[in-house]
């Protein structure tokens, strides 16, 4: 059964970097010959909807949501099964619970198949 | 602003049945299988459906999407208290090369 687990802090300053790392057990982040899958994040403000941060890595190109991009540097470390995630300069606006989470793409479709328990991150002073 | 549309609320009394609609556009659902998802509070969304009508291993009979065009929509026959949750629709973007997803409907069990 695959296992993603956020960690990071709770607390952030405002102007300062959000960092996040997820955890994945019962699993590899590698893909095979049928199922490829990318692994990114996704936020959901306080009682808001979800909003896709990224990362989508395709043909040499790595696309973010555009209004993260200037901001957003993902990295993956597939030797200690985890991925990361840092947002600067932050403000009360970046609040919010973060997702990590799985895409697969099969066949031409993708699908959201694996969620994180979500982590809430405060942005204050 | 959420890129696809769904209605914010939706209620019916236990045992009847239910739909959500999700609406979008050509580069999101028109060209994309549509996912949706449940969360209950305090909890992570947890998908119910994916390429339009597929339900993981797990997930009851009562839960059924379909998809016409560049709209969607989740049904549930023989609604439960339990179904009370949020639900949200999403979409892979071909212009934004990532997830797109609606606002999220409220589902209360009268």
């Known amino acids: 059964q695959l296992r993603l687990q956020e960690s990071g802090p709770g607390l952030v300053k405002p102007s300062e970097t959000l960092s996040l790392t997820c955890s994945v057990s019962?699993?590899?982040?590698?893909?095979?010959?049928?199922?490829?899958?990318?692994w990114g994040w996704i936020r959901q403000p306080p009682g808001k909807g979800l909003e896709w941060i990224g990362p989508?890595?395709?043909?040499?190109?790595?696309y973010f949501n555009p209004s993260f991009k200037s901001r957003v540097t993902t990295s993956i470390d597939a030797s200690k099964s985890q991925f990361s995630l840092r947002l600067r300069s932050v403000t009360a606006a970046d609040t919010a619970v973060y997702y990590c989470?799985?895409?697969?793409?099969?066949?031409?479709?993708?699908?959201?198949?694996?969620w994180g328990q979500g982590a809430l991150v405060t942005v204050s002073s | 602003q959420s890129v696809l549309t769904q209605p914010p609320s939706a209620s019916e009394i236990p045992g009847q049945r239910v739909s959500i609609s999700c609406s979008g556009g050509?580069?999101?659902?028109?060209?994309?299988?549509v996912n949706w998802f449940q969360q209950l509070p305090g909890a992570a969304p947890k998908l119910l459906i994916y390429?339009?009508?597929q339900r993981p291993s797990g997930v009851l009979d009562r839960f059924s999407g379909s998809k016409s065009g560049t709209s969607a929509s989740l049904a549930f026959s023989g609604l439960q208290s339990e179904d009370e949750a949020d639900y949200y629709c999403?979409?892979?973007?071909?212009?934004?090369?990532?997830?797109?997803f609606g606002g999220g409907t409220k589902l209360t069990v009268l």
């Open positions: 999403a979409a892979w973007d071909d212009s934004l090369n990532g997830w797109v």
């Open positions: 019962g699993g590899s982040l590698n893909s095979n010959s049928t199922h490829t899958y990318y």
């Open positions: 390429s339009n009508n």
């Open positions: 050509a580069s999101n659902i028109g060209s994309n299988p």
């Open positions: 989470a799985r895409t697969l793409l099969y066949f031409g479709q993708f699908t959201l198949d694996s």
């Open positions: 989508f890595s395709y043909s040499g190109n790595t």
